[in-house]
């Protein structure tokens, strides 16, 4: 889209032809004129008034408009873009220890680990959350940062979707998992910080006892959402015929629980895809992108090309008469120089 900044400038465009209708009918031969642009002083001065003068004038005319399309300070917009909308810190500490690997989790019939289900599900939660910055944090034996804080969410749900289980190890650091999560959100604002915590089974490896490191994190007013993933029942082959076990009898519901409440989160538990499909859908309710989107419309100056072409058009209205003038003085000093043979005789 094309715009004007002073677009009272072009009020000038008329000038002109107001100045011609106005200008006297006959003028005194003694008034100025510019020797060095015999164009301009026949159209001021009018001497220049046959049918050929009229291209001189129009280009003129269209040298005068370009200036003062330039003196608007025209600029080309461009379609707006979206810039990420500040909504919450959010870092996302991800179990991918050896339980993970435990297929109790089934879509359309179908087993799938617990790892690839949060993979999924997960990744779909990152993908919706426009606006916020999103860190991921992985933990097994060990916890280590996967991705900072950033607005790049294909990044954090593509290192997330590659991570193979049991790279950090097979047992389950919850309390150094939180530990790095406060350490990375300390230089956020403090309205903004949230960890969301997904685990299947208890803390048994780490520095650092899980309710201290909660207890540091509600210090620094750091949220934290625990999630105890697994289901609590599944039907396995034995010697005798299949039987049911509960495979999630390691998780750690209760320390869990005093994480969350201590820092002022939640603590929900997902049995199944459906469940850890509404826990994140209830997430995105308790923390919400408040803030309305900006935009941002590039704007481009192209005041210089108008400006250009009436500077071309200007330059050549002077060379073309300066040039003609050249030639015609050129042509009557070669009539005017006296014939070789004629002044040998006389």
């Given amino acids: 889209m094309l715009e004007f900044a002073w677009p009272w400038a072009l009020a000038a465009a008329p000038l002109p032809l107001i100045a011609m209708l106005l200008r006297p009918a006959s003028r005194d031969e ?66 991918i220890s050896g339980s993970m690997g435990t297929q109790d989790m089934f879509v359309n019939n179908t087993a799938y680990t617990r790892l690839e289900i949060v993979k999924t599900v997960v990744g779909d939660f990152v993908e919706r959350r426009q606006g916020d910055r999103l860190g991921l944090i992985l933990f097994g034996s060990q916890a280590y940062l996967q991705t900072p804080l950033t607005f790049d969410r294909n990044t954090v749900r593509s290192l997330l979707i590659e991570t193979p289980r049991g ?40 520095e650092v006892a899980p309710l201290k490191a909660a207890e540091l994190a509600a210090s620094q007013s750091i949220r934290i959402h625990t999630i105890g993933f697994g289901a609590d029942q599944l039907r396995v082959p034995g010697l005798f015929g299949s039987r049911n076990v509960n495979p999630s009898a390691s998780l750690d519901a209760e320390t869990l629980t005093g994480i969350a409440d201590s820092t002022g989160g939640v603590f929900r538990r997902a049995r199944t895809t459906r469940e850890l499909l509404d826990v994140y859908a209830e997430l995105d309710r308790l923390e919400p992108i408040d803030q309305d989107a900006e935009t941002f419309r590039p704007r481009q100056a192209i005041f210089m090309w108008p400006l250009g072409a009436a500077f071309a058009i200007s330059v050549l209205l002077v060379l073309v008469p300066l040039l003609q003038g050249l030639s015609g003085a050129m042509r009557r000093g070669e009539a005017n120089r006296p014939a070789t043979g004629a002044t040998h005789a006389g």
Avoid at 30 to 35: G, M, Q, T
Avoid at 59 to 73: E, F, P, R, T
């Fill in 30 to 95: 003694s008034a100025l004129r510019v020797p060095f642009y015999p164009l301009a002083s026949d159209f001021e001065a009018g001497a220049a008034r046959g049918p050929r003068s009229w291209p001189k004038r129009a280009l003129m005319l269209i040298a005068w408009a370009l200036l003062v399309g330039a003196a608007s300070h025209p600029h080309w917009v461009s379609e707006p873009i979206t810039l990420p909308a500040q909504g919450r810190d959010l870092m996302l500490a991800v179990d």
């Fill in 167 to 206: 790279v950090a190890g097979d047992k389950t650091a919850i309390g150094d998992a939180i530990g790095l999560g406060v350490k990375r959100l300390l230089d956020r604002p403090e309205s903004s910080r949230v960890l969301i915590l997904l685990t299947d089974g208890v803390n048994n490896i780490g």
